[in-house]
């Protein structure tokens, strides 16, 4: 069978199984635009080279002023994400925000810390010709959800060859090559996002680019469809997701839980054992 999936202009051709398989979960599933979920990209600074800043310029600035260390807080990339994991830049966001005015919260005042200040003054022509700022130069743009990076959340670059998501319980926050999902059923989502029935299902749903990079925008991510499940499945799957993110260094042992995770999925969506074979273990390489 040939298909065209909404939202792309992809055509893939598919096996009568793999139609079984896509169509018995769509069938299931709720779109996640109709989830109780937020999805939202991660900050843009208009001027990297001021905002972002290395381990070695956090330690200066924290010794020049200890305050400094109110406002700068370590940052992921979208190329920094693997699967239930991350690599560590040792990347740091200078966050003077514009504050939240539905909830009171007032731009940061740079002048209240004054290495910060005095590090941006050494950017300001740049600072202040950018289009992407907040009430001064010194101010990152009004960013209305800025208390999602603060909630455990999904995060995922817009660009990928891997289709890998980490889930965040680390306050982590990101750049725009990332996005951040939010909301209901967290530890469900995040296992389905990194299971190989997600890859089996919906990674041609994505356009591919030069290179086999998938997009993952939120246009797209939106339209796939999940069946919805309850808190206490929800809850079940949060310890294998939180044994996958602690077994980083010892793959073997993280390969067996998502193992475990891909077959509590084949349950739920109640496959039968040549669907599941069709399946298998997939790593997107």
């Known amino acids: 069978m040939i298909a065209k999936f909404e939202n792309s202009d992809s055509w893939v051709v598919l096996s009568n199984i793999e139609k079984q398989i896509k169509a018995k979960i769509e069938r299931i599933g709720t779109p996640l635009k109709e ?3 937020t999805i939202n990209y991660g900050i843009k600074t208009g001027y990297n080279d001021a905002f972002i800043i290395s381990a070695e310029r956090r330690k ?8 400094s260390v109110e ?6 990339r979208g190329r920094d994400i693997k699967k239930f994991g991350f690599d560590f830049a040792d990347l740091w ?12 919260i007032k731009p940061i005042n740079v002048n209240d810390y004054p290495a910060i200040k005095k ?4 950017y300001f022509p740049g600072l202040q010709k950018r289009g992407d ?3 001064t130069p010194y101010n990152l743009r009004n960013c209305a959800y800025m208390d999602d990076f603060y909630k455990h959340k999904i995060i995922y670059p817009e660009l990928t060859k891997f289709l890998n998501f980490y889930f965040d319980n680390k306050n982590f926050l990101v750049n725009n090559k990332c ?5 209901e059923k967290i530890y469900y989502l995040i296992a389905f996002l990194n299971s190989s029935l997600f890859k089996f299902a919906f990674k041609d749903d994505f356009p591919e680019l030069l290179g086999g990079t998938r997009e993952l925008r939120k246009v797209f991510l939106e339209q796939v469809k999940v069946k919805y499940v309850s808190e206490e499945i929800n809850v079940e799957f949060m310890r294998l997701v939180l044994k996958c993110q602690d077994l980083q ?11 475990e995770i891909d077959n509590m999925l084949f349950e739920i969506y109640d496959l039968n054992d040549d669907e599941r074979e069709a399946i298998g273990f997939i790593v997107v390489q």
């Open 35 to 37: 989830w109780d979920i």
């Open 60 to 67: 200066e600035l924290i010794e020049q002023d200890p305050k």
């Open 71 to 76: 406002v700068i807080r370590p940052i992921l």
């Open 93 to 104: 966001l200078i966050n003077t925000h514009n504050g939240l005015k539905e909830s009171g």
């Open 119 to 122: 590090h941006l003054d050494s």
């Open 133 to 135: 700022k907040g009430d």
């Open 179 to 183: 996005f951040i999902l939010s909301g």
């Open 249 to 259: 260094g010892d793959q073997k042992k993280k390969k067996e839980y998502e193992l």
